[in-house]
């Protein structure tokens, strides 16, 4: 869905250590530029390539942005750590360059309410609809339990109108099938959680944008 990346420039919220975008410099990005509020980064960065320790939250007032844009806008499992996504996302839709698009993947809520509907005995469609957060250990440390807010299809879907986005593509990836051969656990797994969203979200082009295009020709 992100397409050839040859030539174009990449911000990836919530990059964690770089280690993707430093995949899409191997690609051929240019001015990538990762964002964490880890500050937990590659050490030696490919060429072209910068980190900036920041909050997600805060996209429309980082002094390291101001004025600059980008082709491709990624939020790989990040969004939900947005305390306003509306906001993030119009920061977000802010930069992107002439034809450029966000590229966001979230998980799907449906492995949610399945895991929730199994640990509490209750039924997918009550869990799926359930407001209430959810809490749960983390698989990476016993120490560490997370709470997220529930959400469902519509609500991520609004979350993009809002913010002014449309969705030209989503798509849910499967594992091919050569792996899940060699790894049946994960298809397990898969079978039972379904995985992850991507969606590709373009600007809508409201009155402003449409008589800047005009003028511009
Ligand atoms: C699930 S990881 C995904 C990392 C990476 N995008 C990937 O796909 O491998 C979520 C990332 O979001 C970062 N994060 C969490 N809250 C954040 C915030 N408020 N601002 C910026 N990054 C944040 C975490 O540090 C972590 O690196």
């Known amino acids: 869905m992100l397409g050839s990346i040859s030539g174009r420039s990449v911000l990836d919220v919530g990059c964690g250590n770089g280690g993707k975008l430093a995949e899409l410099v191997?690609?051929?990005?240019?001015?990538?530029?990762?964002?964490?509020?880890?500050?937990?980064?590659?050490?030696?960065?490919?060429?072209?390539?910068e980190f900036i320790r920041g909050d997600l939250n805060d996209l429309d007032s980082m002094p390291?942005?101001?004025?600059?844009?980008?082709?491709r806008i990624l939020f790989l499992q990040s969004l939900g750590y947005?305390?306003?996504?509306?906001?993030?996302?119009?920061?977000?839709?802010?930069?992107?360059a002439d034809n450029g698009f966000i590229l966001l993947t979230r998980t799907q809520p449906v492995r949610y309410a399945v895991e929730r509907a199994e640990q509490n005995g209750t039924s997918l469609g009550e869990e799926y609809f359930s407001q209430a957060s959810y809490?749960?250990?983390?698989?990476?440390?016993?120490?560490?339990?997370l709470t997220k807010p529930t959400y469902t299809m519509s609500d991520l879907i609004n979350v993009f109108s809002a913010a002014?986005?449309?969705?030209?593509?989503?798509?849910?990836?499967?594992?091919?099938?050569?792996?899940?051969?060699?790894?049946?656990?994960?298809?397990?797994?898969?079978?039972k959680y379904l995985g992850i969203l991507i969606f590709k979200l373009r600007p809508?082009?409201?009155?402003?944008?449409?008589?800047r295009s005009c003028h511009s020709g």
Do not use: C
């Open 204 to 211: 809508h082009h409201g009155r402003g944008d449409l008589s």
């Open 82 to 96: 947005a305390r306003d996504p509306v906001r993030t996302l119009r920061a977000a839709r802010a930069m992107l």
């Open 164 to 191: 002014g986005l449309w969705i030209e593509t989503a798509d849910e990836p499967q594992l091919s099938e050569a792996a899940r051969r060699r790894y049946p656990h994960k298809q397990a797994w898969m079978n």
């Open 26 to 49: 191997g690609e051929g990005a240019t001015a990538a530029l990762g964002v964490d509020v880890s500050g937990n980064f590659l050490s030696a960065p490919p060429p072209g390539m």
């Open 135 to 145: 809490t749960y250990r983390t698989g990476w440390n016993e120490q560490i339990a």
């Open 64 to 71: 390291e942005l101001s004025g600059r844009t980008f082709d």
